[in-house]
């Protein structure tokens, strides 16, 4: 069974690809993620907020401490030495880079054009052997346009295609008016891949302390279908490497994905809730569904139900939903 497939123009094993987790912090989790099967390992993300904030804690410490007690400098190391900035990150890529054969694709999350920039290169520098920006922001202010939301995207990509050689992919979030147009923008900017989609950080209220709580849930498989959906609409229509994020529990999300148009499919939720172990589930699985299908490989499926290849093209369209509404038949009987 031929499983190989492209992404970001480096040659994959096959398309299952451990997303942006924490299971990516160390070496040892790097080396499980290759042991258990990964085609390729994206990097937890580089946050350049998270860097400031290090920083000014770290200033904030540094004077204390040489007002207070002189010696307690002796804790840090002297100011310019960059002690809290992306050092360990970049030394994880160097690190991995000569512990593991598979591609290592370093993640980053800017806030400046500055930081998009420089740490791009860096994460370059290091080895990565491509990098995804992460451009999850949330425009909580409600004077910032989507149009202005849009263009700052586009622009991040246009610098960090200017600054460095390997690959870059985007990983985009689902709250695009237009993701279509959008993405056609990202690629005339020079993105060479779109991960669809991130998920967004939806905080929770709590009623007993009437507080705002931050709350991350794993994934369930339902949330395929928009990633899905956008996975068929672009693919063949938008020159572009297409990943797919999101809801990968089984093989089953894994062949959807394909059969859409995905180069390549991640997972996180799944490798948390399972172990990393599951990815050999989920790539036996992948190989026992094209058996039983007769197809000999990855290839032969990738983007079969597309939009551009699917015979009803309609059933992705508006038109379907007015008749999938109008013959729903309530199980409740109302
Ligand atoms: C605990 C946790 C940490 C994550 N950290 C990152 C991150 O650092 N950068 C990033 O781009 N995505 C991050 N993600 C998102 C995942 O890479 C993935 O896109 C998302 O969970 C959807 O895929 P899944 O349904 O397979 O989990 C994280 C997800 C989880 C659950």
Not at 2 to 29: E, F, N, Q, W
Not at 119 to 139: D, K, Q, T, Y
Request: aromatic share 8%.
């Amino acid at each position: 069974m031929d499983l190989r497939t492209r992404y970001l123009g480096l040659d994959l094993a096959h398309p299952i690809v451990a997303s942006a987790s924490p299971l990516s912090k160390s070496l040892d989790g790097i080396r499980r993620l290759e042991d258990a099967g990964a085609a390729a390992i994206v990097l937890f993300s580089l946050f350049e907020e998270q860097i400031h904030q290090e920083n000014e804690a770290f200033d904030h410490l540094s004077e204390f401490g040489s007002e207070s007690f002189a010696e307690s400098l002796s804790y840090f190391p002297a100011v310019g030495q960059d002690p809290v900035g992306p050092d360990s990150y970049l030394e994880l890529i160097r690190r991995a880079r000569e512990a593991v054969a598979v591609p290592l694709i370093g993640s980053l999350n800017g806030m400046t054009d500055q930081g998009w920039t420089s740490f791009a290169r860096l994460i370059a520098e290091a080895g990565a052997h491509a990098i995804e920006l992460n451009v999850f922001s949330l425009p909580t202010d409600p004077t910032i346009s989507a149009r202005d939301v849009e263009q700052r995207t586009v622009d991040v990509v246009t610098e960090v295609r200017r600054t460095v050689a390997i690959p870059v992919a985007v990983k985009l979030s689902p709250f695009f008016s237009a993701p279509g147009e959008l993405a056609a923008r990202l690629v005339a900017a020079g993105a060479d891949g779109l991960a669809l989609f991130n998920r967004f950080y939806q905080p929770d209220f709590d009623l007993e302390r009437l507080e705002v709580e931050p709350s991350l849930e794993l994934s369930q498989p339902s949330e395929i279908r928009l990633p899905l959906l956008w996975i068929a609409l672009l693919h063949g229509r938008v020159r572009v490497s297409l990943a797919a994020t999101t809801g990968v529990e089984s093989a089953t999300e894994v062949v959807k994905y394909l059969l859409a148009g995905a180069d390549a499919v991640m997972t996180t939720s799944a490798l948390l809730r399972h172990g990393v172990g599951h990815l050999r589930t989920l790539i036996a699985g992948l190989s026992e569904w094209l058996e039983r299908h007769e197809c000999d490989s990855v290839a032969q499926i990738r983007g079969s139900m597309s939009l551009r290849k699917v015979a009803n093209p309609e059933a992705f369209e508006r038109a379907n939903y007015i008749r999938i509404l109008q013959s729903y038949r309530s199980p409740y009987q109302i």
